[in-house]
């Protein structure tokens, strides 16, 4: 009995490694199956770089107003939503010592004037001419006389009665032109060191009169440009001190979006940069960058970016709180894949590109990534094929049936 139980395990086991050796036979000899998987085929693209910035719409030309000098506020005529014009009144300051020494300062300028003007005409010109000709008058008349004399007709005694008293009439006024010659000539020396010191004091005082214009011009609070109110810190009897902003003026149908910056993003923006502003419902508005702040913005207490806000239907309001988003570089048509067909190892980044229906290992150079597409910048061509799908589960030399192939867009 255990003689036949030992042949027939002694059967089974012959039997066994029989069927297992030709099992073996068979495997060696099959061709392994292709991996199924999904392909993509590679192409060019635009990825934008991006990043997205808060931020707020604000007044075009926005101005602040503030007093030039202190004062109590005497009357605000003036209020948020008010559409002014330069130069219209918005508020006065109690100062009532301001027009009293505008009307002093005037009444002393107009003293010193009228007493520069009878300077100027004190003494006049100097009678020389006149004097001269009285001079050659008397010399006639006396010439006159002797040759008469000579001839030995001499007239009546009413003729020579004449001729005396014009002789002594030329004579008197020769003797008060030459008085008044004299006294003019030394008025002339004199009067000019008076006139110049008279001249500066009337400059003085026109000076004064400007300061005082101005001190008087400083107690009424007027709009520098035309404008909309957009906020007001005045009142009637508050104090009111320079530099502190009663008024804010600025457009509401010129608006823009100040962009709120990091500092570290501040070296990667610059003006002209495409900017998309999303406020609201309202469908993103796109504009470029204006200008970019090089310092901290104190009213903002941040670094600023600016840009041009359409506005046509006058949606977008001072104060609204919104987001840009800003190209920081196009990265246009640039070769690119999906970034789930990149996988890496301690060598760094790859694909699995397929050949003959086979995976082969390619190594890439990368460039930008913005988590959806990777930039290629070295290592494929255009319409090349690489693994998409099933990536994951890929060997370098393993055979693959392509299932589809991913759409280039």
């Given at each position: 009995m255990n003689q036949i139980f030992r042949t027939g395990c002694l059967s089974l086991s012959l039997t066994a490694l029989l069927l297992a050796g030709c099992g073996g036979d068979r495997q060696q000899g099959a061709q392994p199956e292709a991996t199924p998987v999904s392909a993509y085929r590679v192409t060019t693209r635009d990825i934008p770089e991006t990043i997205l910035l808060p931020g707020r719409v604000i007044a075009g030309s926005e101005v602040a107003v503030s007093a030039t000098v202190p004062g109590q506020l005497e009357a605000v005529s003036a209020k948020v939503g008010d559409r002014v014009q330069a130069g219209q009144l918005l508020a006065t300051l109690n100062n009532p010592s301001a027009s009293s020494s505008l009307q002093e300062a005037k009444r002393n300028l107009q003293t010193l004037e009228g007493q520069l003007d009878q300077l100027r005409h004190l003494g006049g010109q100097s009678p020389a001419g006149r004097v001269a000709e009285l001079q050659e008058q008397i010399r006639?008349?006396?010439?006159d006389l002797t040759e008469t004399a000579k001839t030995g007709k001499l007239p009546g005694q009413a003729e020579l009665v004449?001729?005396?008293?014009?002789?002594?009439?030329?004579?008197?006024?020769?003797?008060?032109l030459q008085t008044e010659s004299a006294v003019s000539e030394s008025l002339n020396?004199?009067?000019?060191?008076?006139l110049q010191g008279l001249q500066m004091q009337v400059e003085q005082a026109r000076q004064l009169v400007k300061a005082a214009e101005a001190q008087a011009a400083a107690a009424r609070?007027?709009?520098?440009?035309?404008?909309?109110?957009?906020?007001?810190?005045?009142?009637?009897?508050?104090?009111?001190l320079p530099g502190t902003p009663l008024f804010s003026i600025g457009s509401v149908e010129q608006v823009e979006f100040e962009v709120l910056l990091d500092p570290n993003v501040v070296p990667r923006?610059?003006?002209?940069?495409?900017?998309?502003?999303?406020?609201?419902?309202?469908?993103?508005?796109?504009?470029?960058?204006?200008?970019?702040?090089p310092a901290v913005q104190p009213q903002a207490k941040s670094f600023t970016a600016r840009a041009a806000?359409?506005?046509?239907?006058?949606?977008?309001?001072?104060?609204?709180?919104?987001?840009?988003?800003?190209?920081?570089?196009a990265h246009k048509g640039v070769l690119s894949v999906p970034k789930a067909a990149v996988l890496r190892d301690a060598n760094g980044p790859f694909v699995m590109r397929i050949e003959n229906d086979q995976a082969r290992l390619v190594r890439i150079k990368p460039g930008y990534d913005n988590g959806t597409w990777v930039?290629?910048?070295?290592?494929l061509q255009q319409d090349e094929r690489i693994v998409?799908?099933?990536?994951?589960?890929?060997q370098p030399g393993m055979k693959v049936t392509v299932t589809e192939t991913e759409p280039a867009s």
């Open positions: 006639r008349r006396i010439r004449a001729s005396g008293q014009e002789l002594v009439r030329l004579q008197t006024e020769l003797a008060r020396q004199l009067r000019a060191p008076l609070i007027t709009a520098p440009i035309a404008g909309t109110v957009l906020a007001q810190n005045a009142a009637k009897g508050a104090p009111a923006l610059q003006a002209g940069q495409a900017a998309a502003v999303q406020v609201g419902t309202q469908p993103a508005a796109q504009t470029k960058l204006a200008s970019v702040s806000l359409p506005n046509p239907n006058g949606w977008f309001k001072p104060g609204m709180i919104g987001q840009a988003t800003i190209t920081l570089a930039e290629v910048l070295s290592g998409y799908g099933g990536v994951e589960r890929m």
